[in-house]
């Protein structure tokens, strides 16, 4: 599959935002603990307000006892190919600041940052990184102990690249890195309305 050939910046951008995207197709093989750290590594340098650092990750690593809790979180859609992923993550968001306790507007914005920065190091290192929001919430913080001081933000499957081939059909089809809005459709200099303000206006 060429990226190059499906995904065409408009402008000129760093290829590691180009070849990220997230396939489904993995190998099954586990990835180990000591493979999944330096997605965290490059998740805890994210940017966030206060330095609060509201994000928090918690990981199954496929063959342990935790795997099968978080695998059975997932709808019957996702369990079909993420069945063959080496690790899950739930990624969580701690809503209040630390330092006074008040609500924090960004945290799950920040937390996004986070989970960006993991994503784009897990691509770096080779592996497929796939979030997901399908997936049972309220079930997940039942199982897994989490506070309402707590949002759960999404699922993410790890795993190392598998064949497109070994796919259900249905998402065989799909198997193809999506395209992007132009840039026009999506940054606007000054207002949101499409007549241009007259600044001079007394």
């Given at each position: 599959?060429?990226?190059?050939?499906?995904?065409?910046?408009?402008?000129?951008?760093?290829?590691?935002?180009?070849?990220?995207?997230?396939?489904?197709?993995?190998?099954g093989?586990?990835?180990?603990?000591?493979?999944?750290?330096?997605?965290?590594?490059?998740?805890?340098?994210a940017?966030s307000?206060?330095?609060?650092?509201?994000?928090?990750?918690l990981?199954?690593?496929?063959?342990?006892?935790?795997?099968?809790?978080?695998?059975?979180l997932?709808?019957d859609?996702?369990?079909?190919?993420?069945?063959?992923?080496?690790?899950?993550?739930l990624?969580?968001?701690?809503?209040?600041f630390?330092?006074n306790?008040?609500?924090?507007?960004t945290?799950?914005?920040?937390?996004?940052?986070?989970?960006?920065?993991?994503?784009?190091?897990?691509?770096?290192?080779?592996?497929?990184?796939?979030?997901?929001?399908?997936?049972?919430?309220?079930?997940?913080?039942?199982?897994?102990?989490?506070?309402?001081?707590y949002?759960?933000?999404?699922?993410?499957?790890?795993?190392?690249?598998?064949?497109?081939?070994?796919?259900p059909?249905?998402?065989?089809?799909?198997?193809?890195?999506?395209?992007?809005?132009?840039?026009?459709e999506?940054?606007?200099?000054?207002?949101?309305?499409?007549?241009?303000?007259n600044?001079?206006k007394?």
């Amino acid at each position: 599959m060429n990226i190059k050939e499906l995904r065409k910046p408009e402008f000129p951008v760093d290829s590691i935002f180009i070849y990220r995207w997230s396939p489904r197709a993995m190998s099954g093989e586990v990835i180990s603990k000591g493979e999944l750290m330096p997605l965290f590594e490059a998740a805890k340098w994210a940017p966030s307000s206060y330095n609060n650092q509201p994000w928090r990750f918690l990981y199954a690593i496929k063959d342990t006892v935790y795997w099968k809790i978080f695998f059975d979180l997932l709808t019957d859609f996702n369990k079909q190919w993420v069945k063959n992923a080496g690790a899950l993550i739930l990624v969580l968001s701690k809503k209040n600041f630390e330092f006074n306790n008040k609500p924090s507007v960004t945290h799950r914005f920040d937390t996004g940052s986070a989970f960006e920065n993991l994503m784009l190091q897990g691509n770096l290192l080779g592996y497929v990184v796939h979030a997901m929001e399908g997936f049972d919430y309220n079930k997940a913080r039942k199982e897994l102990n989490i506070s309402d001081n707590y949002d759960i933000e999404c699922m993410v499957a790890v795993g190392k690249p598998g064949k497109k081939g070994d796919l259900p059909d249905e998402l065989n089809k799909q198997e193809s890195p999506s395209q992007r809005k132009k840039i026009n459709e999506i940054a606007f200099e000054g207002s949101m309305n499409a007549e241009v303000p007259n600044v001079n206006k007394s």
